[in-house]
């Protein structure tokens, strides 16, 4: 069965960091161009990064540059995605997924065509 399942999300301190993993199966995510991107409770969908098959290729959105980093382990079909300095206004349902492309081409994705997970939550609050 072909699909993503995201993980890591939770509860945490503005500050604080959680590391969310994006992992393949049926499916190697290698040959593709990942993206995260997230929804907040009445708000639109927003992209927040990618990663392309070459891993100097990446994406961030003006929100979250300098405080996620993206990365991928082909080795264990997984996506990262890396978040320090948590803030409260982070609070989303964090998605990823591919659109089949093999690189970013300058485009954060959110959604679509392709294969896309079920989402985890991050709650940043105090």
């Known amino acids: 069965q072909v699909q993503l399942v995201e993980s890591g999300g939770g509860l945490v301190q503005p500050g604080g960091s959680l590391r969310l993993s994006c992992a393949a199966s049926g499916f190697g995510l290698n040959y593709f161009a990942m993206h995260w991107f997230r929804q907040a409770p009445g708000k639109e969908r927003e992209g927040v990064s990618c990663?392309?098959?070459?891993?100097?290729?990446?994406l961030y959105s003006d929100d979250v540059k300098g405080r996620f980093t993206i990365s991928r382990d082909n080795a264990k079909n997984t996506v990262y995605l890396q978040m320090n300095n948590l803030k409260p206004e982070d609070t989303a349902v964090y998605y990823c997924?591919?659109?089949?492309?093999?690189?970013?081409?300058?485009?954060?994705?959110?959604?679509?065509?392709?294969?896309w997970g079920k989402g985890t939550l991050v709650t940043v609050s105090s």
């Open positions: 990663i392309s098959i070459s891993d100097e290729d990446t």
């Open positions: 997924g591919t659109n089949h492309a093999s690189r970013c081409y300058g485009t954060i994705q959110t959604g679509g065509r392709g294969i």
